[in-house]
């Protein structure tokens, strides 16, 4: 059995990817690639880590917990998004580290199918616009408050997928930025589901459609049903066309007023996460998926 946990990140794209995947249960269900409501497993995942406390579950562990999440006898992937996976919002970003507890937590999640063939899946976030995102989502009122202890300077992903990718070295990571996932939000969730491009997959444009003026979200409809694309990449040359025309200013830019963050801090923070790709793109088992 395959094993995948999207583990958010927090703030990224706030549920969809798991919602647009839901409205493909039943056909996915046909070849065992399972989406449960996350109704099914928040709860029941939770519980029963803590009662493991990291150990590996036993056979009739593991089989109640399938019982618990899924309906279906036949169980070839298991895809499981959570964003709370790791820990809270409030707790995603300590000092310089994004999260710090991602190497126990994820070894927790792996007890819970020890015989598993595992994957992990994370949308990234500029540190620039996620810390704010992770205040605003928290019960602070203060945002100095709130970042008093971080080193929002120093924050990379990389260094936290380095961690990750020596505690499980033999689970593919794959990742993507935030800011591209209007025009990647296709091959992402194949790459959940394990689906070729041409398995007809329901909510590829749910990201599109939410960040589009109507009229033109209607013509790319129009535009993809007259004119199926035959590669993930003709598919993305059409959407950033549309994109260009149509998109909604309010819904693709981020403005920040925050006390004691400088735009230059901005610049910088945000230079350093374009450079932290690069870096990323060169850890042995990550998979970084660009448009």
Known sequence: MQVVFHLGAPCTDLGLLHKSLLKNRARLAEDGILVPPLVRYRSVIKETMRALQGRPAPPEVQEALLDAIVDEARVARLILSDPRFVCINRLVVQRAQIWPMVERQTVALRALFPQAAVEFHIGMRNPATLIPALFT????????????RMQPHAVA???MLQRLRMTHPDAPITVWCNEDTPLLWGQILRELADV???FPLRGVDDLVGTIMDPTGYKRLRRYLADHPPQTEMQRRRILGAFLDRYALETEIEEWLDL???????????????EDDMDVIARIPG???LTP
């Open 137 to 148: 989502g928290s019960k602070f009122k203060d945002f100095s408050e709130f970042t008093e």
């Open 157 to 159: 992903w990389s260094e």
């Open 286 to 288: 990550v998979t970084l």
């Open 259 to 273: 006390p004691g963050w400088t735009p230059e801090l901005v610049e910088q923070m945000t230079a350093a996460y």
């Open 196 to 198: 070729t491009f041409d």
